[in-house]
């Protein structure tokens, strides 16, 4: 009962729900994997020493782990862990809460300019000119 009232007050906000997409969460370390943004547009990332592309852009990546590489694009970005590597094409928010992280973006997608936060301590990060 909770849920499908939920879903109704929430669908008469005007939020819709699309059960055709799914999520990416890798726990495993030591991996590789490449990311269809289309298919799987939430990405979490909890493992350590992680490589991932992303194709496409994909809705929001979280990289909780450490030592990890992401390369692509993503609306949202947030990256809580430590001494990650973020290359990115084009974001319109990031996020950086760990330390030790080198970020780069490239442009926005949508805004008109990339909003960042770093908080966390020692992060580099590079945005456009």
Not at 51 to 56: A, E, R
Not at 69 to 96: F, P, W
Not at 103 to 112: E, H, L
Not at 113 to 123: E, F, L, M, Q, T
């Amino acid at each position: 009962m909770k849920c499908f009232t939920l879903a109704a007050t929430l669908a008469g906000l005007g939020i819709a729900f699309s059960a055709a997409r799914a999520d990416v969460t890798v726990l495993d370390n030591d991996k590789t994997i490449e990311v269809d943004c289309a298919k799987d547009p939430q990405v979490n990332l909890l493992g350590n020493h992680l490589t991932i592309t992303l194709k496409g852009v994909c809705a929001t990546i979280t990289v909780e782990g450490n030592d990890e590489t992401v390369t692509g694009s993503a609306g949202v970005v947030r990256v809580n862990g430590n001494r990650n590597t973020i290359s990115l094409t084009a974001a319109d928010e990031v996020g950086v809460y760990g330390n030790h992280n080198t970020v780069t973006v490239q442009k926005p997608i949508k805004a008109k300019a990339v909003r960042i936060a770093s908080p966390g301590k020692d992060n580099k990060i590079t945005r456009p000119k």
